[in-house]
């Protein structure tokens, strides 16, 4: 069964706390992405990857970080310098660079600060 | 800076309406144009997408959009909504040359009432 898979579904932290969220896609996809979605805010892109060890800032880049060791995980780091980091976050890949690729997206983390 | 529009944060129509949601963008060059919707509790899907061609695209459901590049506009309509299509529905365009992220609309909620 193909497709990407978020975990945990659902995230609680303390402040001060790092934690690791999950994004693993079987679809053999080269890039793969972090967007944050507030209310009324639409999705803001946290971080991107269009290959294996390299990825870069997108709007929303501080307080978080990213790994690419492996074609299809792509785990987000969100740390205690992120100052909001309560919000759903989606995890998406695409299958290449072309401009007709389309994205897809994962069923999503909430992370809820405590 | 490249931008989304929605115009309606929340729209509610009874079953059987008919349905129009604006989108605008603000870019000059090139653009990819795509509707994503968002059911409860699902993941974020492509409704639509629009790359180049006939400006009326259509997808799944009865959905429609038209792209009207003079008015850097694609809004997306269905002429007869049931209560199954109430979910939250995002616009987003993809710059070329910028890795393939999309911008996102704020988004836009429909309700409908049976």
């Known amino acids: 069964d193909g497709g990407i898979t978020q975990s945990p579904k659902y995230l609680f932290r303390k402040e001060g706390q790092n934690v690791t969220l999950s994004c693993e896609q079987n679809?053999?996809?080269?890039?793969m992405y972090w967007y944050r979605q507030d209310p009324g805010q639409g999705l803001r892109l946290i971080y991107y990857?269009?290959?294996?060890?390299?990825?870069q800032k997108g709007d929303i880049a501080e307080g978080y970080s990213v790994s690419r060791e492996k074609k299809e995980s792509f785990p987000l780091t969100v740390t205690s310098a992120q100052k909001n980091p309560t919000a759903f976050y989606l995890c998406?890949?695409?299958?290449?660079?072309?401009?007709?690729?389309?994205?897809?997206f994962g069923p999503g983390t909430r992370l809820t600060v405590l | 800076a490249q931008s989304v529009s929605q115009h309606n944060h929340h729209v509610i129509l009874s079953e059987a309406a008919s349905l129009e949601l604006g989108c605008n963008y603000s870019?000059?060059?090139?653009?990819?144009l795509f509707w994503y919707v968002q059911y409860p509790g699902q993941h974020l899907q492509l409704l639509l997408k629009?790359?180049?061609?006939?400006?009326l695209v259509k997808g799944i459901k009865g959905f429609e959009a038209e792209f009207i590049k003079s008015k850097f506009s694609f809004n997306l309509r269905k002429p007869s909504v049931q209560w199954s299509d109430t979910a939250e529905y995002f616009c987003?365009?993809?710059?070329?040359?910028?890795?393939?992220?999309?911008?996102f609309g704020q988004g836009t909620e429909l309700s409908v009432k049976p």
């Open positions: 998406a890949s695409r299958s290449g660079l072309a401009s007709t690729d389309t994205q897809y």
């Open positions: 679809l053999n996809h080269d890039a």
């Open positions: 990857s269009q290959i294996v060890n390299d990825f």
């Open positions: 870019y000059g060059g090139t653009v990819n």
């Open positions: 629009y790359f180049s061609g006939d400006p």
């Open positions: 987003a365009v993809l710059i070329y040359n910028q890795g393939g992220k999309l911008i």
